[in-house]
């Protein structure tokens, strides 16, 4: 093979593994996230009984429903503010704690899975399916979660036991990772700890405390038991407006506007550079096109005066 002939095909077969090594890792590797169907607008769901302690907060633009089925009892309800409308024991909550079992199972059901340590705090992990060898997560001080500038990373955290979160802690979301692209599904039951933010669905085989104080970006779902509030501020927002409207506890801080603009191009930048790949390896194979029919040219000019007589 000519030394110009392995020139231009090593150049193109460049472009073509420069696409294949970003496209994995920022689009085609990204996970769909769990469906929760008609679940999606409840801020609370449970299924025994709901109480509630204190001056509790329950809202949301992606909903603030709360659903109980199927028990009847939901104490407490005087001092708590909700946005949306309250389902007990009616076809609205049946349907839901349908649907609830069923992203349940969805959960259970992701693979592959990565086996990490059961205490999550001071971790920093990338979108992925985690449990625990255990079976339980705990987290003491700071889960930070990275999307590595996709917003649609899904993170999900299985346990066939408990999940415990710390008096203070906190979970924190950086480089477009979102609320609604985080699921917890729970073996028995979760407890959120004094004062901590929490972030994600929570899907709870028995049942879900918060203490007081606790806050919580997504939504507590319990399928069997009873969901326990003191105190607390739910928020189940839209997801394209998760990164902004994320509640910022004691000496945790929100995301910024500039925050939310910064992740918004992250998708923008990869598409571009897609883009920008793509017409290279299109301006490329016009080059060699035209080499090619240049060459063919050259040759007919030559066969022709090969054949041409000499009538000198």
């Given amino acids: 093979m000519k030394p110009s002939k392995m020139i231009r095909r090593g150049s193109l077969l460049l472009i073509l593994l ?12 990204a996970q769909a996230p769990v469906n929760l169907g008609t679940t999606s607008s409840f801020a609370v769901l ?20 709360v659903g109980l089925f199927p028990g009847t009892s939901f104490t407490g309800q005087e001092t708590a503010t909700i946005s949306g409308a ?16 069923n992203a349940y199972d969805d959960a259970a059901g992701r693979t592959p899975v990565s086996r990490i340590s059961s205490e999550l705090g001071g971790a920093t992990l990338k979108p992925g399916t985690y449990d625990s060898a255990n079976g339980t997560f705990q987290i003491t001080g700071t889960l930070t979660l990275d999307a590595e500038g996709n917003p649609d990373g899904v993170f999900v955290f299985l346990t066939s036991s408990t999940l415990i979160t710390a008096s203070d802690s906190n979970i924190s979301l950086l480089n477009s990772a979102k609320y609604c692209r985080i699921f917890w599904k729970v073996g ?8 901590s933010h929490f972030v994600g669905h929570i899907f709870a085989l028995t049942s879900i405390s918060a203490k007081t104080g606790a806050t919580v970006q997504g939504q507590l779902m319990a399928r069997n038991g009873a969901v326990t509030l003191e105190s607390n ?4 927002g ?14 945790k801080t929100a995301p910024t506007t500039a925050d939310t603009i ?4 992250d998708a923008s930048n990869i598409l571009n550079i897609v883009i920008g790949l793509v017409m290279l390896g299109l301006s490329c194979g016009v080059f060699l096109a035209l080499q090619q ?15 041409t007589p000499n009538h000198k």
């Fill in 46 to 65: 449970a299924g025994t009984t709901i109480t509630n302690t204190g001056t509790t907060t329950i809202n949301g633009d992606a909903g603030g429903k």
């Fill in 18 to 29: 420069l696409v294949v090594l970003i496209l994995p890792a920022s689009v085609m590797a």
């Fill in 293 to 307: 029919s240049r060459r063919k040219g050259r040759t007919v000019m030559l066969n022709s005066d090969y054949r």
């Fill in 188 to 195: 028995s039951s979760a407890t959120l700890g004094t004062n």
């Fill in 262 to 265: 910064t992740k918004t191009g």
């Fill in 238 to 251: 839209i997801c394209a407006s998760a990164a902004a409207a994320t509640p910022a506890g004691a000496g």
């Fill in 233 to 236: 501020t739910i928020t189940n």
């Fill in 86 to 101: 309250i389902h007990v024991n009616d076809s609205v909550a049946s349907k839901a704690k349908d649907d609830l079992v």
